[in-house]
């Protein structure tokens, strides 16, 4: 059987490890961190990451506020299983019931890639926050004739238990994250990050959450739903994405009833890992909402 990451031995060298504890919600012991004060900002990671991937951001959000962040079901250092399971849906309601335990109202859900699309999701299911900001936001389904066969792939994946052992042994082995990182984001992150993403990969139980997340993600349904959303919504990208398409947002973009878009150029996937004095700069800033 897979053993889980162990917070003593794994988590020794953790990004902001002091900042970090272990909250019960429900079926699931949360791994979160916490730092700053004043108005409440939480903070979602994208599918295959971890609390790690806002170890610059952060600190510089934390301030003018109190950020939260925590492991997503299925990944890092939090444990158990949604009732929902790693479905959109699932995901969101996990993410609310955290924040209820936490007494946690926010201003802002600031959500990367799949985070985003958890963060719409909340909002849809009725979790008030006056506004979303989406780093590269992952709000479309894969294009055209690969979308099934993406998904269909995804979920033969996690049903054999074999897959995601080879895939952490081949991450294991390889030594070759950050050149992975580089294809499939392109972004070229710190050592630091690129160190904390072999972990993660080289960890079965890790890498079966973000199979099972990809497999059960629901973006045609989200996408329907793009008109109704209510809040306000800042959508930050990434030029150079390798991972999801510059066009791809912008048609998030008009689908938003109150978004705005923002394209930094010469930045991936992972934005705020490579620059985040650049996505904390666009984060503050204010723009007008186009209707």
């Not at 006056?130 to 792939?153: D, K, M, R, T």
Request: aromatic share 4%.
């Amino acid at each position: 059987m897979s053993k889980p990451l162990v917070w003593e031995t794994d988590g020794r060298d953790w990004p902001h490890r002091a900042a970090s504890r272990f909250v019960q919600a429900g079926p699931l012991t949360w791994h979160v961190q916490e730092m700053g004060e004043g108005p409440a900002v939480v903070l979602l990671h994208g599918t295959g990451a971890a609390t790690h991937s806002w170890r610059h951001l952060m600190p510089l959000l934390a301030r003018e506020h109190r950020v939260i962040a925590m492991d997503l079901p299925g990944h890092g250092f939090t444990r158990g299983r949604p009732p929902g399971g790693l479905t959109l849906p699932g995901m969101a309601a996990a993410v609310t019931a955290l924040l209820n335990q936490l007494e946690v109202r926010p201003e802002r859900l600031i959500g990367h890639s799949a985070g985003a699309a958890i963060a719409l999701r909340m909002i849809r299911e009725g979790f008030a926050v006056p506004e979303v900001i989406g780093l590269n936001a992952a709000l479309s389904p894969f294009p055209g004739f690969f979308a099934p066969l993406f998904q269909g792939l995804a979920r033969a994946l996690v049903l054999n238990p074999l897959v995601p052992r080879l895939f952490a042994a081949s991450a294991r082995t390889s030594g070759d994250t950050g050149r992975l990182l580089v294809r499939s984001t392109g972004s070229q992150i710190d050592t630091d990050g690129v160190r904390c993403y072999a972990m993660l990969l080289g960890n079965a139980l890790h890498c079966r959450g973000a199979l099972e997340m990809m497999a059960g993600w629901d973006l045609a349904g989200l996408q329907r739903d793009l008109p109704k959303v209510a809040a306000r919504v800042r959508l930050i990208h990434g030029a150079k994405d390798a991972a999801v398409p510059t066009s791809s947002v912008e048609q998030a973009a008009k689908l938003l009833p109150q978004a705005t878009l923002s394209v930094l150029a010469g930045l991936g996937h992972l934005a705020h890992e490579e620059r985040a004095d650049l996505v904390a700069e666009a984060i503050a800033a204010t723009a007008p909402i186009h209707a």
